[in-house]
Nanobody, 126 residues
Framework: QVQLVESGGDSVQAGGSLTLSCAAS?????????MGWFRQAPGKERERVAT??????QYADSVRGRFTISQDKAKGLLYLQMSSLVPEDTAVYYC????????????????????WGQGTKVTVAS
């Protein structure tokens, strides 16, 4: 069982920056799969933002070049550095884990992820 707890959500002005963190209860090297950030805006589907594994890092087109995903396996932490924020980035951001995915690129479909955090809210004001 993996428990995920996000933090770092806040209200910021457009153009600002924010870093989200996700703490995993299980030593992350044992996950040996994919970790990712998803987000859900009001009235919209939950969408993939960025994913990371030993083999690949992927970003949604809407955030590529502005967001950076990283992890510190030794500390059991996953990060999402967000810059040049725009109001369209306003959403609840969720951390997710899919153990044992293998060497393929991480899935973009939220239904492929087994474990989820409770989410942290990011609001970007124009």
């Amino acid at each position: 069982q993996v428990q995920l707890v996000e933090s770092g959500g806040d209200s910021v002005q457009a153009g600002g920056s924010l870093t989200l963190s996700c703490a995993a209860s299980t030593y992350m090297t044992t996950i040996d799969g994919c970790m990712g950030w998803f987000r859900q805006a009001p009235g919209k589907e939950r969408e993939r933002v960025a994913t990371i594994s030993t083999y690949s890092i992927q970003y949604a087109d809407s955030v590529r070049g502005r967001f950076t995903i990283s992890q510190d396996k030794a500390k059991g932490l996953l990060y999402l550095q967000m810059s040049s924020l725009v109001p369209e980035d306003t959403a609840v951001y969720y951390c997710a884990a899919r153990p044992g995915w293998g060497t393929w690129p991480c899935p973009t479909d939220k239904n492929e992820y087994n474990y989820w955090g409770q989410g942290t809210k990011v609001t970007v004001a124009s």
